[in-house]
């Protein structure tokens, strides 16, 4: 068995779960592990603070060189691309050169390949399950796909492999001269316009011949599920929540925790990010502090200004303090688990320096996860 780590990183749509990964892995680099981070559409400026080049499929080794002082670990970045990372799987279990090719030509196949509800998902855990067992990591971390819920992504892969399991899959690859065939075929010509539409061409052969091709290669999908989802429960995984001191917050990451608990798969703690730093003082700034009038700017215009900056700290603490309660609220949620905060920053990541600077501030959540 491989000893690499492997952290999922869930949450809510926007809560920040592609810059918390990004970060957590660069700062386990930054300890001297070997790591892999698997992004999923990480904003352009974010994707160009980690590569050189255009983040792709395959993984690109970060610059870290490019830091002072330069680091000791190594870090490899990529970007999930579903169309290619599917064709790799078509490959790997297709019985003989012949089916590959009829996949791959499939014009379903290429339909559904990127758009199947759950392929998104099941994909990401297809490679990060490649990354795993190359072994040429200590840690690989996932970011996880935009979801409007945290736990949509903890029920996509089981929904997808329901869903080519028994029901349709085996229906639609009946002989073409069965009963089930001809049903279809005949069946609902509102569906079969639908698909034409989005599909075109001669969908309902190209739909079977799918399925058919496809059901020789799925003995090599449901070992390959198998192994995914004993990594998934295994001791060297952890499922990390991100999110936000939002009121909506505290019953997301209970509801993450219970399902959790109950697939049994590993929870690792909580980072709560865009947490409203408390500034050093809650009183007014001293007027004394505030430079003197600039000539260009009138007198009533001033004071305005001065009065503005002077109550900055007095809103500031008012605005961390509201978030106090929620706070304290996730913070029981955990119990015993790690909750680490992340604050809220001026600035978007744009460069790896930047990167590098958030990252240092999950050097208590690195070192803790390395601990086990
Ligand atoms: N701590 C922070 N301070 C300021 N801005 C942040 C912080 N964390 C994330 N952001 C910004 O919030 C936006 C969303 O972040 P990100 O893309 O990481 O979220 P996400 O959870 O991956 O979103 P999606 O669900 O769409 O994948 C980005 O513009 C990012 O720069
Ligand atoms: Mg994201």
């Known amino acids: 068995m491989s000893g690499t780590r492997l952290y999922i990183c869930c949450g809510s749509g926007g809560v920040g779960k592609t810059t ?9 680099a930054l300890s001297g592990q070997r790591v892999a981070v698997l992004t999923i559409d990480p904003a352009r400026r974010l994707a160009d603070s980690l590569a050189v080049g255009p983040l792709g499929n395959e993984p690109q080794t970060v610059p870290l060189e490019r830091l002072n002082p330069v680091p000791g670990g190594q870090l490899d970045g990529m970007m999930l691309d579903m169309k290619a990372t599917f064709d790799d799987v078509v490959r790997r279990f297709a019985p003989d050169a012949e ?11 290429r339909f559904v390949s990127t758009r199947l509800a759950g392929s998104h998902e099941y994909m990401a855990m297809e490679r990060i399950f490649a990354l795993y067992e190359s072994g040429q990591y200590d840690a690989v971390v996932l970011d996880t796909p935009p979801t409007r819920h945290a736990l949509e992504f903890l029920k996509a892969p089981e929904r997808m492999s329901n869903l080519m399991d028994e029901g349709v899959m085996h229906w639609l690859s009946l002989p073409r001269d069965s009963f089930g065939f001809r049903a279809l075929e005949r069946g609902s010509e509102a569906v079969v316009a639908v698909l034409k539409r989005l599909i075109g061409g001669e969908t309902i052969e190209e739909i079977a011949e799918f399925f058919h091709v496809f059901q020789g290669m799925w003995a090599g999908f449901r070992e390959r599920s198998v192994q995914v989802r004993a990594l998934l429960r295994g001791p060297n995984t952890r499922f990390l929540l991100v999110t936000t001191p939002a009121p909506a917050a505290r019953a997301e990451a209970q509801e993450f925790v219970q399902l959790l608990r109950r697939d049994g798969l590993p929870f690792g703690g909580f980072f ?65 688990a790690p909750l680490w905060t992340l604050p809220e920053q001026d600035a978007d990541v744009h460069s790896l320096d930047a990167l590098a600077a958030v990252s240092a501030l999950l050097a208590p959540a690195v070192a803790q996860l390395s601990r086990r």
């Open 20 to 28: 918390t990964s990004a970060a957590f892995a660069l700062q386990l």
């Open 99 to 109: 089916s590959r090719d009829r996949i791959l030509q499939n014009r379903y196949y």
């Open 272 to 336: 709560v990010n865009r947490v409203l730093p408390a500034p050093s003082t809650s009183q007014a700034l001293s007027a004394e502090l505030l430079p003197k009038r600039p000539e260009a700017i009138p007198h009533a215009e001033w004071e305005q200004i001065c009065a503005g900056v002077r109550q900055a700290t007095v809103y500031q603490a008012r605005l961390a303090s509201a978030e106090a309660p929620a706070l304290a609220e996730l913070r029981r949620e955990a119990g015993d």
